[in-house]
């Protein structure tokens, strides 16, 4: 089993059980959270301009 992110192999089993090493696990949250607040603002851009249409 590799890591998703950098196909290192995985030594631990929490690490399998996640899909990356423990230092790209943090790095894969962080970059996931970043997609969230991006997707935020893109769901909160479009009901602004749904409101402004009408
Ligand atoms: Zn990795």
Redesign the pocket.
Known sequence: ME?K??N?QLKTQKSIDNG??P??KKKQEEADAEFLRIQITIDEELAYQEKVKR
Do not use: I, S, W
């Open positions: 890591c992110r950098c290192r990356y090493g230092t790209c």
